[in-house]
């Protein structure tokens, strides 16, 4: 029995454009997202066996198997409800206190300075990852502020408890179609479906997540 399975998605294929176009949507979720899920739940069949046999010669393979479809498969399901359509103000723009997010957007200007400034950092952070990753608003539960990070490929330069609650996709399957070699253009573009009340909730939820860490 399949232990993870694919979410399906909050819209239809269209729903993005003219930002992201259907044919990636399409082939983004359908395939690739997909793909993670199979390899997450084909791995922890092998785990599985790994243990019935009690032998353990590829465990350091697919420990790294799981890390990274496990990780893709989540960082999927967060990022097509980061999203909103652009059309009639559901997605895109800042959080605003008269949207009810105006917890989010004080947050946001403690930990960065400014809306600005935030959105210079994450831009930035996604446009230049090395190869293929992610650029990432999470929250940090010692100190709790927000942060951001990059991930390569589905893991790595992220701090250990950290919760994400927006990630932009910057593998080329996420824009090549429509951008092209442009990663820079599909980054800025992305902050007109930005879903701020996605955003907030996770963001909610993260704070009252009590850490069991102390020094």
Do not use: C
């Not at 819209?11 to 082939?27: F, S």
């Not at 090549?176 to 909730?201: G, H, S, T």
Request: aromatic share 12%.
């Amino acid at each position: 029995m399949a232990i993870y399975t694919l979410p399906e998605l909050p819209y239809d294929y269209a729903a993005l454009e003219p930002v992201i176009n259907p044919q990636i949507i399409e082939l983004h979720h359908d395939k690739h997202h997909a793909a993670y899920v199979k390899g997450a739940n084909d791995t922890l069949e092998q785990l599985e066996e790994a243990r019935e046999k009690d032998q353990w010669g590829a465990i350091n393979g697919l420990e790294k198997n799981l890390a990274f479809h496990l990780s893709g498969h989540i960082l999927h399901s967060i990022y097509w409800n980061n999203m909103a359509s652009p059309k009639g103000g559901e997605g895109g723009g800042e959080p605003l206190a008269a949207d009810g997010v105006g917890e989010l957007a004080d947050a946001i200007t403690e930990s960065f300075g400014s809306f600005a400034k935030f959105k210079a950092q994450l831009t930035k952070a996604s446009a230049t990852t090395q190869g293929s990753g992610w650029g990432v608003l999470a929250y940090e539960p010692i100190s709790g502020r927000l942060i951001v990070e990059q991930v390569y490929d589905h893991q790595g330069n992220v701090g250990q408890g950290s919760v994400p609650i927006l990630v932009f996709d910057a593998w080329e399957h996420a824009f090549y179609l429509q951008y092209k070699n442009q990663k820079v253009d599909f980054i800025e573009a992305m902050w007109q479906v930005v879903n701020w009340q996605d955003v907030y909730k996770r963001y909610l939820s993260a704070k009252a997540s009590v850490p069991l860490i102390s020094f």
